[in-house]
């Protein structure tokens, strides 16, 4: 069950939210794994609220701003940890493993790969586990929100049975935005007959395709506004008033995008996926320099 308490005016790319719910708090299910898999094979996906640690979160988000204040992303004269952005310099992350992101990525690596994260992890999927090796880096600016989709369409040549942590490196007030989930929707039927057998990397080698090789593909996204989608998907849309220790973890199978950043702050977070160490990885997220979306992960098939 989702909460009834009423929530700030909120928006996704420019459109009115008027039936955003929060999300339901999965902690008082921690220590009863059946109950926690129940949950998530029922919502598409689980939030703990502090999980991960308030402090250990702030130390990762020190070493993120230094980046950005180093790389010249940050307004001059500002506290790097309000993460104000530059008016023109809009430098930023572009992904990649963490050792090569940061000078010391121990502070972002005790929150994402070790400690309660991988614990969790472990006892959810009851196995060994292993993260992917690609971490992507979040920064969101004010102005529209992440488009809707499903993950399994950016990482859907492995297991399916791989898991999303989305984690705030930040407080992030209603005014700037967060994570969007449609509840329920890692269910639709309608979705599992199209769309979610797309591969964003995929090409029809025996049509003619004017693009270059390296950017051949198709796109992600699902089409039409926030109320078109839920319409048509079912469910109810839900979010959160998340901080620093937040976690929400989905499949990739469950629908979800951003809420437009109305502040003047940036909002930062990272995307992370776990599975069993057993099951195929998806080869475009791993590896000591993971293709990710470039020319070598491209794939020709007959349409």
Same mark, same amino acid.
């Given at each position: 069950m989702t909460t009834t308490t009423p929530l700030p005016p909120l928006t996704y790319r420019d459109e009115t939210l008027d039936d955003v719910r929060l999300m339901t708090d999965s902690s008082p299910l921690l220590g009863d794994i059946g109950a926690i898999r129940q949950r998530m094979s029922e919502a598409g996906y689980l939030y703990f609220p502090g999980f991960l640690g308030?402090?250990?979160?702030?130390?990762?988000?020190?070493?993120?701003?230094?980046?950005?204040?180093k790389a010249g992303a940050l307004a001059p004269g500002t506290d790097p940890m309000d993460a104000i952005p530059h008016p023109t310099n809009h430098a930023g992350f572009e992904g990649g493993r963490?050792?090569?992101?940061?000078?010391?990525?121990d502070p972002i690596d005790e929150v994402l790969y070790r400690g309660p994260m991988m614990q969790f992890f472990r006892e959810f999927l009851a196995a060994d586990v292993r993260h992917y090796d690609f971490t992507w880096m979040r920064q969101v600016p004010p102005g529209p929100a992440t488009p809707i989709h499903s993950d399994v369409v950016y990482m859907g040549r492995g297991t399916h049975q791989l898991f999303t942590a989305w984690t705030p490196m930040g407080d992030n007030s209603f005014d700037m935005g967060g994570l969007?989930?449609?509840?329920?929707?890692?269910?639709?039927?309608?979705?599992a007959k199209r769309y979610w057998k797309f591969d964003v990397d995929a090409f029809c080698s025996n049509h003619?395709?004017?693009?270059?090789?390296?950017?051949?593909?198709?796109?992600?996204?699902l089409r039409g506004t926030a109320k078109q989608i839920r319409h048509a998907v079912g469910?109810?849309? *839900?979010? !959160?008033?998340?901080?620093?220790?937040?976690? &929400?973890?989905?499949?990739?199978?469950? *629908?979800? !995008?951003?809420?437009?950043?109305?502040?003047? &702050?940036?909002?930062?977070?990272?995307d992370t996926r776990y599975q069993r160490v057993s099951e195929a990885a998806d080869e475009r997220w791993v590896g000591e320099k993971p293709p990710?979306?470039?020319?070598?992960?491209?794939?020709g098939m007959i349409c």
């Open positions: 308030r402090e250990r979160v702030i130390e990762a988000r020190r070493q993120i701003v230094d980046r950005l204040e963490l050792d090569a992101l940061f000078e010391n990525p969007l989930i449609l509840e329920g929707s890692h269910r639709d039927p309608g979705l003619e395709d004017k693009r270059d090789a390296k950017t051949k593909g198709t796109g992600g996204w469910g109810r849309w *839900v979010t !959160g008033d998340f901080r620093m220790g937040d976690v &929400v973890i989905f499949s990739v199978y469950t *629908v979800h !995008g951003g809420t437009d950043n109305h502040s003047n &702050v940036l909002r930062l977070s990272t990710a979306h470039g020319p070598l992960a491209k794939r």
